[in-house]
């Protein structure tokens, strides 16, 4: 029996900052994502979620996670998966703090037999425009999630990028 593969999605939902537009962001402005992944009928079995921002984003915070009826987590509910998050650095110095976010779901279920419907489970998480030398006017700056399951099955993702902007001093 071979699975439907999971689906993933994400975008910029909203930024803190009145004074920008679009996806122009200025130092120290939160950025908020939401990544939405539909889950196929059955098990996924050592499913994780792993998201990377390129350098100069930090992941800064987590609203919510949350999954469609049927779905569920060996490690507990979404809830306690997303208590148990880990943030991590990817290489040295302030543009790089806190960039990587990992969930560990263990096997994922969808029990859920309506083909009609589909199964999700949607993250929503703030990242910031850091502060450092190394993050420039103009710059455009991503993130991307990779879902992995079954130890070799993956399914990836990308937002759309933020522009980094800052005053013109002159």
Same mark, same amino acid.
């Given at each position: 029996? &071979? %699975? @439907?593969?999971?689906? %993933?999605?994400?975008?910029?939902?909203?930024?803190?900052?009145?004074?920008?537009?679009? +996806?122009?962001?200025?130092?120290?402005?939160? =950025?908020?994502?939401?990544?939405?992944?539909? =889950?196929?009928?059955?098990?996924? *079995?050592? !499913?994780?979620?792993?998201?990377?921002?390129? $350098?100069? %984003?930090? #992941?800064?915070?987590?609203?919510?996670? +949350?999954?469609?009826?049927?779905?569920?987590?060996? /490690?507990?509910?979404?809830? !306690?998966?997303?208590?148990?998050?880990?943030?991590? /650095?990817?290489?040295?110095?302030? @543009? /790089?703090?806190?960039?990587?976010?990992?969930?560990?779901?263990?096997?994922?279920?969808?029990?859920?037999? +309506? /083909?009609?419907?589909?199964?999700?489970? *949607? %993250?929503?998480?703030? $990242?910031?425009?850091?502060?450092?030398?190394?993050?420039?006017?103009?710059?455009?700056?991503?993130?991307? $999630?990779?879902?992995?399951?079954?130890?070799?099955? &993956?399914?990836?993702?990308? @937002? *759309?990028?933020? #522009?980094?902007?800052?005053? $013109?001093? &002159?």
């Amino acid at each position: 029996v &071979t %699975l @439907a593969s999971v689906a %993933l999605a994400k975008s910029v939902t909203a930024t803190n900052n009145t004074d920008t537009t679009g +996806n122009n962001v200025v130092v120290g402005e939160e =950025i908020t994502y939401t990544l939405t992944a539909t =889950i196929p009928e059955g098990q996924l *079995t050592s !499913a994780t979620l792993v998201d990377t921002t390129d $350098a100069c %984003l930090a #992941i800064t915070g987590f609203d919510s996670l +949350n999954a469609s009826g049927g779905v569920s987590s060996t /490690n507990g509910s979404m809830a !306690a998966v997303l208590a148990a998050v880990s943030v991590a /650095n990817v290489g040295g110095g302030t @543009a /790089n703090d806190g960039r990587r976010l990992t969930l560990d779901f263990g096997t994922l279920t969808n029990s859920d037999t +309506n /083909n009609a419907s589909a199964e999700t489970i *949607t %993250l929503v998480y703030r $990242a910031t425009a850091v502060n450092s030398a190394s993050c420039s006017r103009g710059d455009a700056r991503n993130n991307s $999630a990779v879902m992995t399951w079954d130890t070799t099955s &993956t399914a990836t993702v990308s @937002a *759309t990028d933020v #522009i980094i902007q800052e005053p $013109a001093v &002159t």
